[in-house]
């Protein structure tokens, strides 16, 4: 690709001031004099990571990816075993793309508790990934942890080979921030807007809430299996008209109680926006025969093929904007 | 420029296990069931991110991008006030650029202590970074804190009125996690050697240490302001011989301890390496005329004169590689 610009800038935050903490005394290197050092004072806090790839010339506009909890915005710029990640696929679409992480999360930064962040930080296990993002069963996850086999689910596009290089992007999370995040992801759709939003799980659900507090900056959503839908009133919804939705979800959600919920959850929302006029698209893969998709549709391995129904969705909906660069092919998606 | 591919993967690292944590009821999205975390398991530690743009058509070859202490590779991708960041800089040279998170910092995710990590994170407060990378004097610092004036060096490159969106780059730091992040470090030398390293600060002492671990892989070494410097042997330094190094420095160091020990320490560095015929050259930006610069040049007001410094040393010295794309200026560096 032809490359403009790229980047990054940090979106959102404020400071905050700590006191009543005791000076560190610290050596940062072997060979040099200690300092000592301050722990009170100021400190940015919820600001925002932004990095963008611009290119020469774009012409579907600004495209932003938004991550899901436990992860950064790494994962959409490479599969765990080495092929191109959705930051490209939608480069090569036409779109300059903005992958961001989450406040406290990646390059975001993170502060210090309880000082700064009313609650302490809670990270996921290998075990644990492996079952929410529906590789395989929790009774699998179970095992694993004490040191058995860990069975994927039959059929699963994961790449279960390198499930061990993709658990090296997961990154600790805090439940206490969500207010501080979703004031973040609004300002960078006010600044980059009018946009296009993919976002994953807990972004595809700060996402819906974004499309509702600045309807007029977003030209379509994407929400990949979105935990969590917002709360809004008629005249709220109302406003999304011309901000189509499309809700997307992958396999085996059946058998997790979980999963389930938050399914049945999201089908309540797109029941919501439609009765408010909003168009609402809800694909559901294996409904559509293509099977086993994980909650990581961005990394399995059809991932690529995932990625061209989305573009496509959005391009019919783009009105004026050009064909994306990719091959077609003709599939039902719905 | 045109670009072949971006993507980013993660390099090094163990798994640890934790045991005897009780588990976490753990509610992750309203509206959803609650979560039982099982807070021990296997988790990822010691791993490394790295970020890559390959170009269409390298012709300088590989260079990574290695930041300093309490903070990111986004140093590297854009100035706080908006500029070209040296990424962009070595792409326009002709290099394919990773840009790295050191280990436990930014992408590359952190751990708990003290199960896995041994200390608890360092946290640099604004006033301190305002002073330790040398904007202002540690009186300036001080005064900042108690809600003063910030009052910055005679002259100072660094950009003052971008210096509150520096600071949302800052990440927390530990000190004990040296040897995990060396290691990282010299895994990536050895899988995109025969490289150009162009470090800076706390990063610039694991790079010297990288090329004494494989000098076979390393084509030249740039060290921006390093703290701290490697206890080789004789044979180790002599290893060394087809590795030329740069030592670059700013200004203000004279009035600052710290730093004074930090350059006196590399001059000693510089002299043995000299001794077992290595190149190595040292270049005082204020001596060649060049006034101003603080502790981080590549953010610095000249930061692309700066660049286009180092680009040019590593011109001369790589033979055969074509000229640097950038427009040349007739000026004496050393």
Partial sequence: VNVREIGSFYMGGRVVEVRGLDPLEVRFTS????RTVEQNGRFDAFQMYVHYVKLAASEAGPLLLWHGGSMTGA?????PDDRPGWQTAFLEAGYDVYV???VERGRSSWNRHPE?????PVYRSKAEAWNIFRIGPAEAAAEANAG??????PGVQFPTEAFDQFTKSLVPRWLSNDAATQAAYDELVRRTGPCTIVAHSQGAAFALQAALNSPQSVRALVAIEPTGTPHPTGQELAALRDVPHLLLWGDFIEGEPFWRAAFENAERYASALRSAGVECERVVLPRNGIYGNSH?????????RIAQIVARWLEQRAGSAPEPHFERRNEVVS
């Fill in 100 to 102: 961001s992480d989450a």
């Fill in 296 to 304: 990581l549709p961005m990394l399995d391995r059809n991932s690529e």
């Fill in 148 to 153: 058995g086999v860990w069975q994927a689910h």
């Fill in 75 to 79: 994962v959409w710029e490479r599969t």
């Fill in 31 to 34: 060979g040099l004099p200690p």
């Fill in 116 to 120: 700064i962040y009313a609650s302490a």
